[in-house]
């Protein structure tokens, strides 16, 4: 049975689909829909706000929650594509080196930035990852990513020649949708010692927090690119 915030957005995309609800539609206030389905608020305010990130829905501050158009993504989006799916494209293999991967306390940026309560367990999985044919250039990203304990299952697979998108497939999940941010950091000695790289190196910095096909928060990673193994080329619609 599908968690009920999932059935709440199901609800709502149905009325939106059907015209019931068109575009400008004002929908029922979260108190409203807890009465309605007998759930808690908790469960309708993810169901909404997974809805609004797709677009489907926009929040009026002291108005209300309404049915817009939802945004071609396509046309508004920068899209930079995962490790792995990038280095497949350019027919390159790639290699990972596990330096972490364990159940632990998760820190508090790390609770908020999954929704979780403070204190709550994560599954931690740190990984250097590089281009086969050029691994004596060292490690082109580190990637940390945490997950929620939904993804225990996670903990049986090998990833150093598993990727997560394959862990998830072969358990009937997939990565729906990813919000990323972009920015400039300077690595720490830890990280620089890691990537092979000069202390307070640049590198480019990409947080990133992911939701399941349940529309459940699952991931939350970050990713260093050493500026100096790096180049992103980046392509607009005209």
């Not at 304990?149 to 996670?154: A, Q």
């Not at 729906?176 to 000069?198: C, F, N, P, Q």
């Not at 690119?225 to 180049?231: H, K």
């Amino acid at each position: 049975m599908k968690p009920l915030h999932a059935q709440i957005s199901e609800y709502i995309m149905t009325k939106i689909q059907s015209g019931e609800w068109p575009v400008g539609h004002m929908l029922p206030t979260e108190l409203e829909l807890c009465e309605q389905f007998g759930i808690s608020r908790s469960s309708v305010r993810t169901a909404m706000m997974s809805l609004v990130n797709d677009g489907y829905l926009k929040r009026v501050k002291g108005k209300g929650t309404f049915v817009t158009n939802p945004m071609r993504l396509e046309d508004t989006t920068i899209f930079i594509e995962s490790f792995a799916e990038e280095m497949h494209r350019h027919g390159k293999e790639i290699s990972n080196e596990i330096i972490e991967f364990r159940v632990m306390r998760g820190e508090d940026a790390v609770c908020r930035a999954l929704q979780l309560p403070e204190g709550s367990n994560v599954l931690k999985l740190s990984r250097l990852r590089y281009c086969k044919d050029s691994f004596d250039d060292g490690p082109i990203v580190l990637n940390t990513s945490y997950f929620t304990m939904k993804y225990s299952f996670l903990q049986n697979y090998d990833f150093s020649n598993v990727s997560v998108h394959k862990a998830m497939a072969e358990n009937g999940l997939y990565r729906k949708y990813v919000e990323k941010h972009i920015g400039a950091v300077t690595l720490d000695s830890r990280s620089s010692r890691l990537m092979g790289v000069e202390n307070q190196s640049l590198a480019l910095s990409m947080i990133s927090t992911t939701y399941d096909s349940d529309n459940d928060l699952f991931e939350y990673c970050v990713s260093l690119y050493p500026a100096s193994r790096n180049e992103f080329i980046l392509k607009f619609r005209l």
